[in-house]
T-cell receptor
Framework: AQKVTQAQTEISVVEKEDVTLDCVYE???????LFWYKQPPSGELVFLIRRNSFDEQNEISGRYSWNFQKSTSSFNFTITASQVVDSAVYFC????????????FGQGTELSVKP | DAGVIQSPRHEVTEMGQEVTLRCKPI?????LFWYRQTMMRGLELLIY????????DSGMPEDRFSAKMPNASFSTLKIQPSEPRDSAVYFC??????????????FGQGTRLTVV
C-alpha cells in the first residue's frame, strides 16, 4: 500500500524566514509521481509541482524549491524568504503510474507566516 | 479556461435529505475525480471516472453515496439519505489523463456540505 506522511502539522515563521515542509512517502512501485498542492484560506487546491520517480533533479521556481531524494523517500518543499501570502495548508501527494492519477494525500502542513 | 466548476459552493441540509453535488470538468479533460476533505480523514478519493466510465469507486463510503458522469462535461455526486457525518468539503478534479500517462489534477473550489 502507498502512504504519504507529513509529520509537521503546523509551522509558524516570521516573514522573510526560510521554511522547509517535509514529505515522506511509501511505495514499492518504481514508477510513481509526487505532487505538492497549496490550499490557501479560500479553500481551493492549487497545483504547485509534479515530479516523476525517475527525475531526481531538484527544482526551483522563484522562491519555491523542491528536493526529491529516492534514497530517503522524501520530497521536501522549501520556501525562501517567506511572505504572508504563503500562509496556507500544503499537501504532498503520491500516485502510481497505473492508478489513473488518483492521488494519495498526506495530512497536510499548515504554514502560518506572520508579518 | 474557466477551470473546474462546482456547484453549489455551500450546502446546508437536514439529516435524511437528498443532496446532489455537481461538477463541470475542464473541457478536453478525460479523467474526473471526486475527493472528500474532513478534519479527521484529510483528503480522500471517493471515485474517479475515465472517459465517463467509473474506474475505481472503492473510496465511496457506503451505498448512500452514488456518482454519475452522463457526459464528458458533467458529473454528479449524490448522497441519499444524508447524515451529519457526511459533513465535509467535497472536491471535484479533472485531468487530461491518457492511458499510461499521468499529469496533475486541477481542482474545483469545492462544495462545503453541512448536514444538521
Amino acid at each position: 500500500a502507498q502512504k504519504v506522511t507529513q509529520a509537521q502539522t503546523e509551522i509558524s515563521v516570521v516573514e522573510k524566514e526560510d521554511v522547509t515542509l517535509d514529505c515522506v512517502y511509501e511505495t514499492r512501485d518504481t514508477t510513481y509521481y509526487l505532487f505538492w498542492y497549496k490550499q490557501p484560506p479560500s479553500g481551493e487546491l492549487v497545483f504547485l509541482i509534479r515530479r516523476n520517480s525517475f527525475d531526481e533533479q531538484n527544482e526551483i521556481s522563484g522562491r519555491y524549491s523542491w528536493n526529491f531524494q529516492k534514497s530517503t523517500s522524501s520530497f521536501n518543499f522549501t520556501i525562501t524568504a517567506s511572505q504572508v501570502v504563503d500562509s496556507a495548508v500544503y499537501f504532498c501527494a503520491l500516485t502510481l503510474w497505473n492508478q489513473g492519477g488518483k492521488l494519495i494525500f498526506g495530512q497536510g502542513t499548515e504554514l502560518s507566516v506572520k508579518p | 479556461d474557466a477551470g473546474v466548476i462546482q456547484s453549489p459552493r455551500h450546502e446546508v441540509t437536514e439529516m435524511g435529505q437528498e443532496v446532489t453535488l455537481r461538477c463541470k470538468p475542464i473541457s478536453g479533460h478525460n479523467s474526473l475525480f471526486w475527493y472528500r476533505q474532513t478534519m479527521m480523514r484529510g483528503l480522500e478519493l471517493l471515485i474517479y471516472f475515465n472517459n465517463n466510465v467509473p474506474i475505481d469507486d472503492s473510496g465511496m463510503p457506503e451505498d448512500r453515496f452514488s456518482a454519475k458522469m452522463p457526459n464528458a462535461s458533467f458529473s454528479t455526486l449524490k448522497i441519499q439519505p444524508s447524515e451529519p457525518r457526511d459533513s465535509a468539503v467535497y472536491f471535484c478534479a479533472s485531468s487530461p489523463l491518457a492511458t499510461g500517462e499521468n499529469t496533475e489534477a486541477f481542482f474545483g473550489q469545492g462544495t462545503r456540505l453541512t448536514v444538521v
